[in-house]
């Protein structure tokens, strides 16, 4: 198992840090935030220590795919929310403060003080498609 010696989440996969599992597999292991933003809010974590999607294994992160439908379904099924928030932040600027890969799985009301918003005038300027396509063409270079 690749781990981290001071992660937090690693110790948590250790059992050197308690938590409150919800399930855990040879692969992953959901459990609750320590600091809920609402009740429900669990994370998803590969059991061994990769920081995040830029250095995941692949067929970890497939195998995490399969355990996230059955955690954000089994979330939604014992809290009945209005919806249910997976979010994954990338490194710092991102808001990632754990560097150990973890997907929150999040029950969501509506008008909830938070939430992945756009601001209110994000739709007053439509890109350029030349732009755009530009861009995409960009991105699809840069493996
Ligand atoms: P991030 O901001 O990195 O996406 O989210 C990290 C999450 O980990 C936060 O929501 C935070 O509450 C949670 N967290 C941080 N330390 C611990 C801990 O020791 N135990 C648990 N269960 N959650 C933690
Ligand atoms: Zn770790």
Known sequence: MTTSEDCIFCKIVRGEIPSAKVFEDDVVMAFM???????GHCLLIP??????MFDVDK???AHMA????????MVNNAFDPDGVLN?????????????????????RNRGANFGFRFPDDYREEMANPDELAQIAKKISKAS
């Open 87 to 107: 979010t994954i932040a990338n490194g710092s600027g991102a808001g990632q403060e754990v560097p150990h890969l973890h997907i929150h799985v999040i029950p």
């Open 47 to 52: 059991k061994d220590h990769y920081t995040n």
């Open 33 to 39: 935030d320590i600091y809920p933003l609402n009740t």
């Open 66 to 73: 399969r355990r996230l439908a059955d955690l954000t379904r």
């Open 59 to 61: 067929d970890v992160l």
